[in-house]
């Protein structure tokens, strides 16, 4: 089995800064992309950014520029640090990976439980 295991959400004031962590763990043999999903009450999950496991980064337009993602590959760990944040970046931020667990499986999307982000003054 896989676990994801967010870290870092919380409260923070409009125009603050919040820095999530993800920690893969489990039955691993490789990490393809891994990245940062949302889902804001009432609307479906979104994509914010992802990251491949060479370091391509890819941001949604909301996030871009404010945002940078980034991964330690020896840690199975990937960060999401967001920067001027807006009430509408307010959501349950999710962490998902391609995980390849044997060399006989194939890649498949292991997400985290969530982590709640609120931005409010």
């Known amino acids: 089995q896989v676990q994801l295991v967010e870290s870092g959400g919380g409260l923070v004031q409009p125009g603050g800064s919040l820095r999530l962590s993800c920690a893969a763990s489990?039955?691993?043999?490789?990490?393809?992309?891994m990245g940062w999903y949302r889902q804001a009450p009432g609307k479906e999950r979104e994509l914010v950014a992802t990251?491949?496991?060479?370091?391509?980064?890819n941001y949604a337009d909301s996030v871009k520029g404010r945002s940078t993602i980034s991964r330690d590959n020896a840690k199975n760990t990937v960060y999401l640090q967001m920067n001027s944040l807006k009430p509408e970046d307010t959501a349950v931020y999710y962490c998902?990976?391609?995980?390849?667990?044997?060399?006989?499986?194939?890649?498949?999307?292991?997400w985290g439980q969530g982590t709640q982000v609120t931005v409010s003054s």
């Open positions: 990251i491949t496991s060479a370091g391509s980064s």
């Open positions: 489990g039955s691993i043999l490789r990490i393809r992309a």
């Open positions: 998902n990976a391609e995980v390849l667990q044997s060399f006989y499986g194939s890649f498949y999307p292991a």
